[in-house]
């Protein structure tokens, strides 16, 4: 079951002036379920997003690149329940077949619509399931819908994923409301699986790149369950510009500040949200490196420990083999880093320091820790001023068993 997470109230989730979202059901996957949605935006929306590393990426992420470039976003429409990833130039096509059905539902061109799909990799989108489904997601279109499609993005989540948070930027209030699917097949190398925030403030458009890769680089960009990128990573940063601020323009301003507090908020909530329902999780980690001579020396060590299959099994099993934390440290690949000088802590034990086992360590103190159901392992490097945190969960059987069971 989730780590200490429940799905939110849906009245916490506040409408963004200048979004409305409609969710109906396909039956892509399963009949009955509600696994199409749309999300309508107004006229002088902007948008920006960052996608998946993974060189196998999904149509949908493809045709996304392309039509940001365009700039003048309507609309966006998710599917989940199929990947429509490897699936070649039929993919593609497939993908661009919903944006033009899409744009002739809104009266727009399909270039002003972004697609995204998650799911099964390797098999065709059933567009003949998806496309006759459209005019009810259009009629279901609503401000206050966020809670709706946060449940219809899920796959293997067991709790839907959304948070809202607000902001005084140029004397005027901003919202920010977000929603977010992940559980398995997480390890970003830019943002989440499927994650969608919205203000109603206003950004120049010179901006809002500089603002999500900003935005997913204290957030998404710094958690794992498993290791594995996706296929079809997608993080999308929408800014209607309707909270009636003025145009944020510099990024070394008050106001840009204050917006991005908001945003970073709602984008941690939502990827702490992540590691916390990842697939058979039981326990939560924080894994935090400090003292390191660059951020990126630290998060590598950070990473390095969140995805060994044998310190997320040592938690699970709540086993204080914490030479497991010792090996990932030191095959991070920071060649030049001194491990007579390093501390660990587990939670608030010191567990080594000068090259092994603390003198204070024990293993009942190790075993008691472990025990929690939300933990942090911190690394003190002592060589520069840097650090990092990355969250991530353990592997439980159920781990196994959900993803041996994925397409049954």
């Not at 946060?150 to 005084?168: F, L």
């Not at 996706?230 to 909270?243: C, E, H, K, P, W």
């Not at 911190?378 to 520069?384: E, T």
């Amino acid at each position: 079951m989730p780590v200490n997470l429940a799905a939110p109230d849906p009245a916490s989730l506040k409408p963004v002036a200048g979004v409305r979202l409609g969710i109906a059901s396909a039956g892509i996957k399963k009949p009955g379920r509600r696994d199409l949605t749309l999300i309508e935006l107004s006229p002088g929306s902007h948008v920006a997003g960052v996608f998946t590393q993974n060189r196998f990426c999904a149509a949908p992420v493809t045709v996304c690149r392309q039509h940001l470039a365009g700039g003048d976003i309507r609309a966006l429409v998710i599917n989940t329940g199929n990947a429509n990833a490897g699936t070649g130039a039929e993919g593609l096509n497939r993908a661009r077949r919903t944006c033009e059905a899409v744009a002739a539902l809104f009266g727009c061109r399909a270039e002003n619509v972004l697609p995204f799909s998650t799911g099964v990799i390797l098999e065709p989108l059933p567009i003949d399931k998806l496309l006759p489904a459209l005019p009810a997601a259009q009629a279901d279109l609503a401000a206050n819908h966020w809670s709706e499609a946060a449940h219809a993005i899920m796959t293997t989540d067991i709790v839907a994923k959304g948070a809202s948070r607000q902001a005084r930027v140029g004397g005027k209030t901003v919202t920010v409301t977000g929603i977010a699917k992940g559980s398995g097949m997480i390890h970003p190398n830019m943002a989440t699986m499927l994650g969608f925030v919205a203000t109603d403030a206003a950004v120049a458009p010179a901006l809002m790149q500089q603002l999500v890769k900003d935005v997913a680089d204290v957030s998404f960009n710094c958690v794992t369950v498993d290791g594995d990128t996706s296929t079809n990573d997608s993080f999308i940063l929408i800014a209607t510009g309707q909270a009636g601020n003025a145009e944020i323009a510099d990024a070394a301003s008050a106001d840009y500040a204050a917006l991005k507090a908001a945003l970073d908020a709602v984008a941690i909530e939502l990827a702490q949200a992540m590691a916390r329902d990842g697939e058979g999780a039981t326990k939560f980690m924080t894994i935090a490196v400090e003292g390191g001579r660059d951020r990126a020396e630290c998060k590598q060590i950070a990473y390095a420990i969140a995805r060994s299959p044998l310190v997320k099994t040592a938690f699970f099993a709540s086993d204080p083999n914490l030479g497991r934390i010792l090996a990932a440290i030191g095959y991070a690949g920071v060649m030049d880093l001194d491990v007579n000088t390093l501390k660990v802590w587990l939670g608030d034990v010191l567990v080594a320091e000068n090259g092994g086992r603390a003198a204070s360590y024990t293993e009942a103190a190790g075993a008691a820790v472990m025990k929690e159901s939300e933990i942090t392992v911190r690394v003190a490097l002592n060589r520069g001023d840097a650090n990092a945190t990355v969250w991530t969960c353990d592997f439980s059987y159920d781990y196994v068993k959900i993803n041996a069971e994925y397409r049954t």
